[in-house]
C-alpha cells in the first residue's frame, strides 16, 4: 500500500481479506496447521516454500500484524515477537556470536542497558556505551573490528532526547556496521527511521503500538538497505549446515537478516507473539495516527505548564523551545510523542509526594499507555543501574517521567496542579 498515506495503512494494511471472508482480521488461536502432502512440509521446513509450520515460527494473524507495521516503517519483513526486550535480544543475536562486540547510546531505557550490559555479557557479546552528545571521533574510537553494530533510541526513555538519524547512520556505515534503532517511544507514526537510514528498526509493541495496556510483545523491521557481505557477518552469508548448506544473503538477497532471525532465533528460542495479543496489537494500530496526534497535543501543552511553575525546577519535551532536541524534533518529528520528563524542586522525597498525590493520572511501571501515568526512574525502571550510570545516562533523583495520555487536557493538568501544591 505504498500510494496510500500512513494514517490509510494504520487501517487498511496488513490483512486483505478475499471474497467471502471476514472483514476484520480474526484470531488465529491455532498451534498447528494441516497439510496435503508431506513434500510441502519436507519443502516448508527446507526453506524452498513460504508458508505457516507451527505457530511458534508464523501463524496468519501474526503475519497481517507484521506485514502490518513493516508497511508502516518502510521495510521489507518484520518478525513479530513476546516482548520488545525480545525483539531486541532476537535482533542482535542475528549479526553476533559471542566474542563480538557493539556499542550504544548510554541514555537507552534501563531494561535494555541491563540487557545489553549484563545479560549480553554472559553470553559473550560485550557493549561499550557512549554519551549521546559524544563526538564522531569519541564514538568511532569505540569501535573495533569484531563491533557489529550500534544501538541507540529515536526518542530516548525516560530521557526524551531525540536522535540525529542522518549522523548516526552515516557514522554506523561509514565503518561498515548497521545501525538498530528503537523507535518505540515516537512509533512508525511520528518517524520512520528506515528514511533515514536506520537498517534495523525495533519496538515495544507493549506501548503506543498496542496503546491500551492490554498486550505484551515486540517487532523487528528490517529496511533490507545494509550490505552484510562485507566478511564481517557470516552469520548471514556463510552457510548453515542447519538448512543444508544455504546462505541466507545468496538465498534471500534483501531479506537475508529477518529471515535468519525468524527461521533460527525465532524457532530456537521461542519468543514469540501470542495470536490473541497480535489480534489486540492489529487493533491498536488502527487509532494509531489518532492517539499520538492526541498524546503529543497534550504532552506538549503539560510541558509548557510545567515549565512556568514554581515548584518545577526543568522540563523536557521534545517540541518545547527550551529543549535541546528542539531542532532535531523539527527536522525529523512529525510531533513529540506523549513523554515528558521534568524535575521538582527539592529531590527524591518531593518527587514521591508528587506521584502519591496524583489523583487521576496513576504510579504504572508502563510508558506509552492511552492513560496518563507517572512514574520515578531512578526508584523504578532504572533502578538497577548504579548511581554513576544514572547521572551518565541523564536520569536525575527528581526525575518525574509523565506518560501523558488522552483524556481531556483541562483535566490532566488539574490533576498535576493540585499534587504538586500538596508538595
Known amino acids: 500500500m505504498k500510494e496510500?498515506?500512513?494514517?490509510?495503512?494504520?487501517?487498511q494494511s496488513g490483512f486483505k481479506p478475499e471474497n467471502g471472508n471476514p472483514r476484520i482480521l480474526p484470531i488465529y488461536q491455532s498451534t498447528t496447521f494441516k497439510f496435503d502432502s508431506s513434500d510441502h512440509v519436507a519443502a516448508l521446513f527446507d526453506l524452498k516454500e513460504s508458508g505457516h509450520m507451527y505457530t511458534r515460527i508464523s501463524n496468519p494473524g501474526l503475519e497481517a500484524f507484521e506485514s502490518k507495521i513493516n508497511d508502516l516503517e518502510g521495510g521489507v519483513g518484520a518478525l513479530a515477537t513476546s516482548s520488545g526486550q525480545s525483539a531486541t535480544l532476537v535482533a542482535i543475536?542475528?549479526?553476533c556470536n559471542s566474542?563480538?562486540?557493539?556499542?550504544?547510546?548510554?541514555?537507552?531505557?534501563?531494561?535494555?542497558?541491563?540487557?545489553?550490559?549484563?545479560?549480553?555479557a554472559k553470553m559473550g557479546i560485550s557493549v561499550s556505551f557512549f554519551a549521546k552528545d559524544a563526538t564522531d571521533e569519541e564514538i568511532e574510537s569505540l569501535i573495533k573490528e569484531n563491533t557489529k553494530l550500534i544501538f541507540t533510541e529515536s526518542i530516548s526513555n525516560p530521557g526524551v532526547d531525540v536522535l540525529d538519524f542522518e549522523r548516526f547512520a552515516n557514522l554506523a556505515h561509514k565503518n561498515n556496521i548497521p545501525l538498530f534503532v528503537d523507535n518505540?517511544?515516537?512509533?512508525?507514526?511520528?518517524?520512520?527511521?528506515?528514511?533515514?537510514?536506520?537498517?534495523?528498526?525495533?519496538?515495544?509493541a507493549t506501548k503506543y503500538i498496542d496503546g491500551h495496556a492490554t498486550s505484551v510483545g515486540g517487532v523487528v523491521v528490517d529496511s533490507g538497505k545494509f550490505n552484510w557481505n562485507t566478511g564481517k557477518f557470516p552469520h548471514l552469508t556463510d552457510k548453515d549446515p542447519n538448512y543444508h548448506g544455504l546462505s541466507y544473503t545468496e538465498d534471500f538477497g534483501e531479506l537475508a537478516f529477518i529471515v535468519k532471525a525468524r527461521?533460527?532465533?525465532?524457532?530456537?528460542?521461542?519468543?514469540?507473539?501470542?495470536?490473541?495479543?497480535a489480534f489486540l496489537m492489529n487493533l491498536g494500530v488502527e487509532t494509531l495516527h489518532l492517539r499520538?496526534?492526541?498524546?503529543?497535543?497534550?504532552?506538549?501543552?503539560?510541558?509548557?505548564?510545567?515549565?512556568?511553575?514554581?515548584?518545577?525546577?526543568?522540563?523536557?519535551?521534545?517540541?518545547l523551545k527550551s529543549s535541546n532536541s528542539y531542532e532535531l524534533a523539527k527536522k525529523y518529528?512529525?510531533?513529540?510523542?506523549?513523554?515528558?520528563?521534568?524535575?521538582?524542586?527539592?529531590?527524591?522525597?518531593?518527587?514521591?509526594?508528587?506521584?502519591?498525590?496524583?489523583?487521576?493520572?496513576?504510579?504504572?511501571v508502563h510508558v506509552g499507555d492511552i492513560r496518563t501515568s507517572a512514574l520515578h526512574p531512578a526508584s523504578m525502571t532504572h533502578r538497577q543501574l548504579s548511581e554513576e550510570d544514572q547521572i551518565a545516562a541523564g536520569i536525575s533523583s527528581n526525575l518525574i517521567r509523565l506518560s501523558v495520555g488522552i483524556e481531556n487536557i483541562d483535566d490532566i493538568i488539574k490533576d498535576l496542579e493540585q499534587a504538586l501544591e500538596a508538595i
Not at 270 to 276: D, H, I, Q, R, T
Open 4 to 11: 496510500y498515506s500512513i494514517e490509510t495503512k494504520c487501517l
Open 263 to 277: 527461521v533460527v532465533f525465532m524457532r530456537d528460542l521461542g519468543v514469540c507473539l501470542s495470536p490473541f495479543n
Open 292 to 319: 499520538m496526534e492526541r498524546h503529543s497535543e497534550n504532552a506538549l501543552a503539560v510541558a509548557e505548564f510545567l515549565e512556568n511553575h514554581p515548584k518545577i525546577e526543568w522540563v523536557k519535551y521534545p517540541f
Open 184 to 204: 518505540t517511544l515516537a512509533t512508525p507514526y511520528l518517524v520512520n527511521p528506515i528514511k533515514y537510514g536506520a537498517d534495523i528498526v525495533i519496538h515495544s
Open 93 to 95: 543475536l542475528t549479526i
Open 99 to 120: 566474542g563480538d562486540h557493539l556499542i550504544a547510546t548510554n541514555n537507552i531505557y534501563g531494561g535494555t542497558f541491563t540487557l545489553l550490559s549484563a545479560t549480553l
Open 333 to 364: 518529528l512529525k510531533a513529540g510523542s506523549g513523554v515528558v520528563t521534568f524535575g521538582i524542586k527539592g529531590g527524591s522525597d518531593e518527587g514521591k509526594s508528587f506521584i502519591d498525590n496524583l489523583r487521576l493520572a496513576a504510579l504504572v
